[in-house]
């Protein structure tokens, strides 16, 4: 509790504040568009925080990735075309609402239910991270490798339609990570007598060429898809089509607890993501209503009930990444590098070495909530235009910050080359649909996966039998057999139906259809 308070005082200070701030609007802007959101915005920013204080950079990241989620609902709402894979649930009752006339009443729900659940989930974080942590400190090198071993195989199993591209992405992934010296002897590998190679990969330059520059390529070669002009949405004249009734919010507040629920518990399961925790609160909220055939038409229950699942996922999906430093989405694997870089190492040890600087992680983390909240609420009008820009005008844009970017991470051109090449394996892998999630994971703990087995030989004196004495090791590996098992037989299977709707431009809307929901990169 005292860190708290010392880290709210590190925190509401005039910069920290605006830094944060700055995060969040970046974030909602970014959710707004469709085709970018927080993964591109993340990556790209993490250099432009190289000179400021520890607790405002990393608060500005959060932000980013916080608004994030909320400002995709803008689109989703207004133009039938989420920012993000995530709220396309938002889009089946959202823009029927705004085609009634009612979008300010659609985009005021969802935003109170994306604050309210990512509060909430932030408060699990807070709960529950530090005391998985004193449990992760008794964990051994024999322990972690196999923990991380399952964690590899789960999230590659869960992370794409088909278990064998995830675990040829993680595999990929690792190999990626041994470029460089090697742990023991010091002896470059695979370096080819370049220099820049000799500290291996940076993140930083990899990260935003896999996802920022690779996501560009793909939305320019839909330019004409996705750059069309929107129907113009125009709000009702009664008072009633522009706030929340009591009715409504007596309808939608169980919604949203449930969909806080649902995000939190899919959040901190490695490998699921945000549209999983999205399209199961939806479904939730549906069969508990009295009236799901009205589903579709216009419910607002059916926008709290996404919206809350949806930003509840970013939170709670980091208490893996405090707790035992094992990243468990594409945003935890992101943040490691801006954690390393500002002096926080992710894991249960950043708890007894750094307690300010994780208060003060935190109680940014609250106060974007809050910031989410006046952002959202006086912006709706104005980002309701700037998702309207033409998208031969936005990747440009982005395209030159990914090059700014990965150049600030060493100074050095060759980081733009790093950038590039991984644009090109972003790109098929995209098109392949292998997925860059585990591939990033895989990277980043590739290093302490390899360690870990290197020191696990030593202590079991490379005799399996060994193993009887580490009984956690021991479990850890028979469960990540038998996830290899189920997801084996359960490969291709998907995650559920839900109503078609024009999640996508293009996309067939009629009446009755069924669209298949991919777990989400």
Wanted: with cysteine.
């Amino acid at each position: 509790m005292d860190y708290m308070i010392v880290g709210f005082q590190d925190v509401l200070n005039p910069t920290t504040l605006f830094w944060v701030t700055a995060g969040v609007t970046l974030g909602y802007v970014l959710g707004a568009l469709p085709g970018l959101g927080k993964a591109t915005g993340v990556a790209v920013a993490i250099p432009m925080t190289f000179y400021l204080d520890p607790t405002a950079a990393l608060g500005m990241l959060i932000g980013i990735a916080k608004g994030s989620g909320a400002g995709s609902a803008v689109s989703a709402i207004l133009l039938n075309t989420p920012g993000e894979p995530s709220s396309a649930p938002t889009a089946l009752d959202g823009y029927p609402l705004a085609r009634q006339g009612k979008a300010q009443k659609a985009l005021k729900m969802g935003l109170y239910a994306s604050v309210i659940g990512d509060l909430l989930s932030t408060l699990v974080l807070i709960m529950l991270a530090a005391p998985l942590a004193r449990y992760a400190l008794l964990i051994g090198p024999v322990e972690l490798c196999a923990i991380l071993l399952f964690s590899l195989t789960f999230i590659g199993g869960l992370s794409g339609s088909s278990m064998t591209k995830g675990m040829i992405a993680a595999a990929f992934g690792v190999f990626f990570a041994t470029i460089g010296m090697e742990t023991e002897t010091f002896v470059p590998r695979l370096s080819f007598g370049l220099l820049e190679l000799d500290d291996g990969l940076s993140l930083v330059p990899l990260a935003i060429g896999m996802l920022a520059v690779a996501e560009m390529i793909v939305q320019a070669g839909n330019i004409k898809a996705l750059d069309h002009e929107s129907a113009q949405i125009v709000d009702g004249a009664a008072r009633e089509d522009r706030i929340i009734t009591r009715d409504e919010w007596r309808r939608s507040i169980p919604a949203i607890l449930r969909g806080t629920v649902i995000g939190s518990i899919v959040g901190i399961l490695p490998g699921l993501g945000a549209s999983v925790g999205s399209f199961i609160s939806y479904g939730a909220t549906r069969k508990a209503s009295k009236t799901p055939e009205k589903f579709g038409t216009g419910m607002i229950e059916g926008v709290a009930a996404a919206e809350s699942a949806d930003n509840a996922v970013v939170p709670s999906s980091l208490i893996p990444l405090f707790a035992l430093g094992i990243p468990g989405s594409v945003i935890a694997a992101i943040l490691i590098a801006a954690f390393i870089l500002h002096g926080l190492t992710p894991g249960p040890l950043m708890f007894v070495q750094q307690p300010r600087l994780v208060a003060g992680v935190y109680a940014s983390m609250i106060c974007a909530s809050f910031i989410m909240l006046a952002i959202g609420y006086f912006g709706q009008r104005l980002f309701a235009l700037v998702i309207r820009l033409p998208l031969r005008h936005i990747i440009p844009g982005v395209l030159l910050l990914c090059s700014i970017g990965a150049y600030m991470d060493t100074n050095s051109v060759f980081s733009i080359y790093v950038m590039l090449a991984f644009a090109v394996i972003g790109f098929f892998a995209r098109k392949l649909d292998f997925s860059f999630v585990t591939f990033l994971i895989g990277f980043v703990i590739g290093p302490t996966l390899e360690l870990t087995f290197r020191q696990s030989l030593q202590l079991l004196d490379h005799r399996t039998v060994n193993l009887v004495h580490h009984p956690i090791a021991a479990a850890f590996i028979l469960l990540t057999l038998l996830t290899v098992v189920w997801l084996g037989r359960g490969n291709g299977r998907r995650v559920g139906m839900a109503p078609a709707v024009a999640a996508v431009p293009g996309l067939d809307t009629t009446p009755g259809d069924t669209t298949e929901i991919k777990r989400e990169d």
